[in-house]
């Protein structure tokens, strides 16, 4: 078993990639928290802790759930609303929790506007810009949760969770797999259980940005 954690950077202008380092995904009904395969039902606990102590806890909704391509993802998307109206209850006076969605993968160029919206080819600018401290990837293709995901660590100390529709991302510091209506709504439910018992971090995420 590998030595190497996935943690909440700045880690490196270049992280490594956690498969290259030994981190495996996990199995149908488990679940990864900083590379360490573990229960389901613990990676809710955490993943609900992890939203409710920080400042600004934010969930990113990508194209697969936004497009509402059927009747599958329709229900996915009223999940997440759900979930994100949990976290609004839940969260004490000081914490800002997001909604900011990933509709399109193409560059913007000149700029990108990251109170509007997360693009995977710079995400570290969106979770500058308005210092997320924690953030969920739900309904983001894998090849660009990855790119985000290793952006995200290599630059920021965000804490990244991924609620992945397939086999779940080793780059992530706690990931589920096979994302279901079903799993977003226990989250849900965990941070509702959690309520009032989790304190708050008063700052949030550092920057690797020299500026």
């Known amino acids: ?3 190497y954690r996935v943690l909440p950077g700045p880690e490196h202008f270049l992280p490594p990639a956690a498969a290259s380092m030994g981190i ?27 939203f409710l102590m920080a400042k600004v806890p934010t969930i990113f909704p990508g194209p697969l ?24 209850e839940c969260v004490q006076p000081g914490q800002s929790p997001m909604l900011i969605p990933m509709p399109d993968y193409r560059p913007k160029y000149p700029k990108i506007d990251p109170e509007v919206e997360i693009n995977p080819n710079h995400p570290n600018l969106t979770i500058w810009h308005n210092k997320i401290d924690c953030c ?6 894998c090849h ?17 969770i991924a609620m992945c529709a397939q086999a779940g991302h080793e780059d992530a510091m706690l990931s589920f797999r096979d994302a279901s209506v079903e799993k977003i709504m226990k989250l849900a439910d965990w941070v509702r259980k959690l309520k009032g018992t989790v304190q708050p971090r008063l700052t949030s995420a550092k920057s690797g940005a020299s500026n």
Request: net charge positive; hydrophobic share 40%.
């Open 65 to 88: 759930v936004l497009w509402a391509w059927n009747e599958k993802a329709a229900k996915k998307a009223a999940a997440i609303r759900q979930l994100y109206n949990t976290l609004k």
């Open 144 to 160: 660009q949760a990855n790119l985000s995901l290793k952006i995200i660590r290599g630059g920021t100390s965000c804490y990244t």
């Open 24 to 50: 495996r995904l996990p199995n149908p009904g488990e679940a990864h928290i900083n590379g360490v395969i573990a229960s389901e039902e613990k990676a809710y606990e955490e993943a609900a802790k992890q």
């Open 136 to 141: 969920m990837f739900v309904g983001v293709h």
């Open 1 to 3: 078993m590998s030595d």
